[in-house]
């Protein structure tokens, strides 16, 4: 029984984790974004999301294989590396935008904007699935 606890456990801190970040990240899009302090909370905002996820889906990962649930165990895996790869590109595509920001060029606020916003639409796929992932799961 320890394995499934262990299993749900980290399911609901990345599920609660995704949410929280998700609702934060929402008032976060009316900063301007003109500044260079407003794109490195931004950029620190998210690095801080998706190393908390990917504590937490590879925690749920390793704990649905302990309780013999492949599937589950595949698809957090599945979204560990999907954090990994979106904070290496997003992370990166903000530092970059941020930059240009800095430098005077307007077209890269809108640029910023559109990082963040697909930002927040990963994490509100995210959500959906592991939501829909629990009303899956029959103890």
Do not use: C
């Not at 320890?2 to 970040?21: E, G, K, N, S, W």
């Not at 008032?27 to 794109?39: C, K, R």
């Not at 302990?66 to 599937?71: G, N």
């Amino acid at each position: 029984m320890l394995p499934t606890f262990a299993a749900l456990f980290f399911t609901v801190v990345l599920m609660v984790t995704t949410a929280y970040f998700l609702l934060g990240g929402l008032p976060l899009l009316v900063l301007e974004h003109d500044t260079a302090l407003d794109a490195r909370f931004v950029r620190g905002f998210f690095d801080v999301y998706y190393k908390a996820a990917f504590i937490a889906a590879a925690g749920a990962a390793i704990s649905y294989a302990w309780s013999s649930r492949p599937a589950f165990a595949l698809g957090n895996a599945g979204i560990a590396m999907m954090v990994v790869v979106l904070r290496a590109k997003l992370i990166s595509a903000m530092a970059q935008q941020a930059e240009k920001i800095q430098q005077g060029e307007m077209r890269a606020i809108r640029r910023f904007r559109k990082v963040h916003a697909a930002a927040l639409t990963m994490n509100l796929v995210q959500l959906i699935g592991l939501v829909w992932g629990l009303t899956q799961i029959s103890l």
